[in-house]
């Protein structure tokens, strides 16, 4: 974990990244996957990463991010057997699914209030190169000045525009 400039966080959890698919019910209640075996997995996933947030935040302690997040997610998977030297992980699971996992397990952390808050991402998935480790590094960049900066010109341009109109 890393506080990077402008306010930027870097975050590598370790471990095998994990789907959050749809709930299926069971009785009265909702359950997330579809075997004990995945919803362990899940969990160990979730886990990982709401620690290395909460280690972020014990050492930069701070509020949730409650402004426009970007997010860049970097997801690295075990090498193939067979093909050692392959680069991207163009099977299951899917972007959609590990990036869910991820942004719940950074919400309930509490480095961000809510993964709504989450404006623009950047993903990647592909298999560990020698000397890495599987899992996900995360680059969370807080966007609350760019949108200050983004409001500030619109709002100068809708004045110029009636000004203009009027004219």
Request: a positive charge; aromatic letters at 4%; charged letters at 25%.
């Amino acid at each position: 974990m890393t506080l990077l400039a402008g306010g930027h966080i870097r975050l590598d959890v370790v471990g095998l990244p994990a789907p959050q698919g749809s709930k299926t019910q069971v009785g009265k209640i909702m359950i997330e996957g579809k075997s004990k075996v995945q919803r362990a997995n899940l969990e160990a996933w979730r886990e990982a990463v709401r620690n290395e947030a909460r280690d972020h935040l014990g050492e930069h302690p701070a509020n949730p991010l409650d402004e426009p997040i970007e997010l860049e997610a970097t997801f690295r998977f075990p090498p193939v057997a067979s093909d050692p030297h392959r680069y991207f992980h163009a099977t299951e699971p899917d972007l959609d699914k590990i990036i869910r996992s991820t942004q719940d397990a950074l919400t309930q952390s509490g480095i961000i209030r809510d993964d709504a808050r989450v404006c623009a991402l950047k993903i990647h998935k592909r298999y560990a190169q020698p000397g890495e480790s599987i899992g996900v590094t995360l680059i969370i960049r807080p966007q609350g000045a760019a949108e200050a900066n983004a409001r500030a010109f619109n709002k100068e341009q809708a004045k110029q525009r009636k000004a203009a109109a009027s004219a």
